[in-house]
């Protein structure tokens, strides 16, 4: 007889979301910075939407698999919001601009997604998304 999983167990967040969640808030950090960093006169802008293109592949299979993951209303905007809220309101300088900066640049020019990847798990080690990670079988 087949019994139905328990709702933990279905609403778990299996690897790939875990990552899409790491790659977004990556972003999210990446853009709200730039906006900060402009904002005192120090702008990055250029090596941030240069990184964007060279990893746009990325950026967008990870934002397909977050909101597919969501997939619900307003759920996806609300996540994104909270990112954007939280990486918005930090202080920022010169030096951090400049630091930020060359991530960006490094990264627009290394297209490796193990490029990125390195650094995303770097810089965003937990992703501030809810839910458990799933089991390994």
């Known amino acids: 007889m087949l019994l139905p999983l328990p709702v933990q167990a279905q609403a778990c967040l299996d690897r790939e979301t875990l990552v899409a969640a ?8 990446m853009m709200a910075v730039s906006l900060r960093c402009k904002a005192i006169g120090v702008d ?10 060279t990893h746009a592949p990325v950026f967008a299979a990870a934002d397909r698999r977050l909101r597919a993951h969501f997939a619900q209303g307003r759920t996806y905007e609300s996540y994104a919001t909270q990112l954007g809220n939280r990486y918005g309101g930090g202080a920022t300088d010169p030096a951090n601009c400049q630091r930020f900066d060359a991530v960006a640049r490094t990264l627009a020019a290394q297209p490796a997604i193990s490029a990125l990847g390195k ?6 080690a937990q992703p501030r998304i809810t839910g458990a990670a799933c089991r390994k079988p």
């Open 119 to 124: 650094v995303v798990a770097a810089m965003v």
């Open 44 to 53: 990055i802008s250029a090596d941030y939407e240069a990184m964007l293109a």
């Open 22 to 29: 790491q790659v977004h808030e990556f972003e999210a950090m």
